[in-house]
Nanobody, 116 residues
Framework: QVQLVESGGGEVQPGGSLTLSCAASGDSNIIYAMGWYRQAPGKERELVAQ???????TYEDSVKGRFTISRDSAKNTVYLQMHNLKPEDTAVYYCNVVKIDLSRTWGQGTLVTVSS
């Protein structure tokens, strides 16, 4: 199994920046993709960004140009750098790992609040 530890959430003013990190342990050598989802109050969980093993990245349209996902394979850690944050980015952010058998593991979630 894979265990995930997330960190980096918090409160920031509009236009500010935060970086989320998620460290994987356990069966981390069979990870195919790592990514971040978010869920705002009253909304469904949505994919924010994902990076797969060979480095290809995917972003949700509203975060393109503002968020950057990266993976440190040596540390089995995925990062989400978030810049120019907007109030609509407020949500609980969840780390997600997909193994090569396509099973998923979710982190516990970290709250990001963008407010003036």
């Amino acid at each position: 199994q894979v265990q995930l530890v997330e960190s980096g959430g918090g409160e920031v003013q509009p236009g500010g920046s935060l970086t989320l990190s998620c460290a994987a342990s356990g069966d981390s050598n069979i990870i195919y993709a790592m990514g971040w989802y978010r869920q705002a109050p009253g909304k469904e969980r949505e994919l924010v960004a994902q990076v797969i093993t060979h480095g290809r990245t995917t972003y949700e349209d509203s975060v393109k140009g503002r968020f950057t996902i990266s993976r440190d394979s040596a540390k089995n850690t995925v990062y989400l750098q978030m810049h120019n944050l907007k109030p609509e980015d407020t949500a609980v952010y969840y780390c997600n790992v997909v193994k090569i058998d396509l099973s998923r593991t979710w982190g516990q979630g970290t709250l990001v609040t963008v407010s003036s």
